[in-house]
Antibody
Framework: QITLKESGPTLVKPTQTLTLTCTFSGFSLSTSGVGVGWIRQPPGKALEWLALIYWNDDKRYSPSLKSRLTITKDTSKNQVVLTMTNMDPVDTATYYC???????????????????WGQGTLVTVSS | DIVMTQSPDSLAVSLGERATINCKSSQSVLYSSNNKNYLAWYQQKPGQPPKLLIYWASTRESGVPDRFSGSGSGTDFTLTISSLQAEDVAVYYCHQYYTTPLTFGPGTKVDIK
């Protein structure tokens, strides 16, 4: 059974750097085809994808936030860390991490959907 | 970026009646090499993370009731709840995983009439 759990500060001040940790179980980020992504959701709003990291250290970022994001993994600890610099009140959101896999589908390597997701952690940006 | 739109924004349906949610992508999410539509549907209840309902546009996730079905191809997709139950009250999101940046629709809120 795959589970993920986000942890980090609940309150950060504007201009500060946010560091979130996703701790997971039921899979290993040293296994081929495995990835973890971060997605956020401002209160009452839609989901926004932020970043992805794969077992081979391939990293992808949302173009609109790329300059502020860094995603890393610690395979030995089963953790993925997301840092976001220069936090602003508009970054107030619930931040989720989620499992993603790459599989062969009818002979084609396919990057799949997010499943499952962690419970999320609400981060408020306020002075 | 592939922009996902959904309609309606919200709908209220009587218990036991059909609910239909539409999702449109700004470009095709059908990959010709494997004839798969890279489109998923999620259900999100208040205070909970999104739950996967449908992937490949029409494949129901294990454990999801068969009243949920997905259809469509290319740029136009539909999620249908054939007989709405009280526990189906939620926001539903479509999601394209065809390419990065990965994107989600704005959500459709489903309530009981």
């Amino acid at each position: 059974q795959i589970t993920l759990k986000e942890s980090g500060p609940t309150l950060v001040k504007p201009t500060q750097t946010l560091t979130l940790t996703c701790t997971f179980s039921g899979f290993s980020l040293s296994t081929s085809g495995v990835g973890v992504g971060w997605i956020r959701q401002p209160p009452g709003k839609a989901l926004e994808w932020l970043a992805l990291i794969y077992w081979n250290d391939d990293k992808r970022y949302s173009p609109s936030l790329k300059s502020r994001l860094t995603i890393t993994k610690d395979t030995s600890k089963n953790q993925v860390v997301l840092t976001m610099t220069n936090m602003d009140p508009v970054d107030t959101a619930t931040y989720y991490c989620a499992h993603r896999s790459i599989t062969m589908v009818q002979g084609v390597q396919s990057h799949n959907w997010f499943d499952p997701w962690g419970q999320g952690t609400l981060v408020t940006v306020s002075s | 970026d592939i922009v996902m739109t959904q309609s309606p924004d919200s709908l209220a349906v009587s218990l036991g009646e059909r609910a239909t949610i539409n999702c449109k992508s700004s470009q095709s999410v059908l990959y010709s090499s494997n004839n798969k539509n890279y489109l998923a549907w999620y259900q999100q209840k208040p205070g909970q993370p999104p739950k996967l309902l449908i992937y490949w546009a029409s494949t129901r996730e294990s454990g999801v009731p068969d009243r949920f079905s997905g259809s469509g191809s290319g740029t136009d997709f539909t999620l249908t709840i054939s007989s709405l139950q009280a526990e189906d009250v939620a926001v539903y999101y479509c999601h394209q995983y065809y390419t990065t940046p990965l994107t989600f629709g704005p959500g459709t809120k489903v309530d009981i009439k």
